[in-house]
């Protein structure tokens, strides 16, 4: 498999009287995540599956990649807490990718890399894509590359 | 603006009620709700969360039918047979009601901002004219059962789309029971297949089978004399 770990766009900062779940993009986060996206389609990516977080810089941010999904998108509260072996199964397909946030994604790609979620080492900027190949178990699988969205928005035709 | 809160709470309401399966209103008000919140979705140009309503209204979908064929006329026979499978199909509904992806569903959908109105507004007319075109599919395949289906959708999906836009999609309320009517024969055929196969088995099929087709033919000519009125409203909606 190929999996794609996604972190969310650049979003609302945190406020007192606003609940981390409803934190939305920001306009900017919203544009440039958009021409990452484009990015990762003039490299040829495709997803047969997208599962997300049900927070909404995740839904937005699954949102904006959709139009790289061949198969289908799924929520998932499995990505909105540390990452287990529910969330393990429900990585399926040659090519999935899930969004999400951190430091869950980066305990999800330290326990399929070291097989250790505390493991640390990887914490995502916003927008980045960590890309792995391997079996979907802990230990399993390596990374191929890091994308950070600067790099991504300069891809071109 | 445009929130979708009232029927995101109907939706979280009736779930339990279609779990616990007594009430067959519970598995049709979840349904009107997925169906209507998926309207929503598709205003706002949203492509997520559309896979999760689709899958949850595929899981009570057979329930549902099975409901309003018992609630209907059926020969004691057939009914006998027909009834205890009530119990099997809930069960999907019930584990559906209960699956993680029903709870994340409800969350990311309340999560969502209103949709902003004139981005609704300007979405009507693509919802009108997919109807015109499943309808010409319609017209040239005859009454293909496949093409009347995907008509039936986009009717449906136009009505609620202009509800959700504060106009009136009631006008197509009478095409809509057509269409259910012809999807009661429908789903009665189906049963009666995997039912016995016995002699008064093989009238009563032929006997469903000739109503559905009556029935289709119907449903035709309703549509071909309610095309102008949708093709009036596309003029409605895109004129300056």
Redesign the interface.
Known sequence: MDLFVIRHGVAEPRRDDLQDERRELTPEGRKELARAVRGMGRLGVRFDRLLHSPWLRAVQTADLFVGLVDGSTEVTRGLARSPDNELLGMLSGDRAAVVGHEPWLGELVSWLVTGDPGNGGLELEKGAVAWLRGEPRPGRMAVVAVLPPDILRRVKR | MIPAGRWIEHLATWLPVARVGEDPEGVHQVRVAARRLDAWLRLGG???????LR?LRAEISEARDLDVLLAGELDADFRAWLAPRRDEVHQRVHDAVDH??T???I??LS???PLDEATARGAIPKVIRQVLRRGRAVDQASADTEALHQLRRGLRRLRFSLEWVGENGKRFVPLQDAFGELNDHAVLLRWLDRAPQDDEHVARRAEAHEALDRRRIDVVQLWRRSEPEVEALLASWTSS
Not at chain 2, 46 to 52: A, E, H, S, T, W
Request: avoid cysteine; charge should be negative.
């Open positions: 949203f492509g997520v969360l559309r896979d999760d899958w993680p992806r709870a994340a569903l969350e990311a999560l969502l901002p």
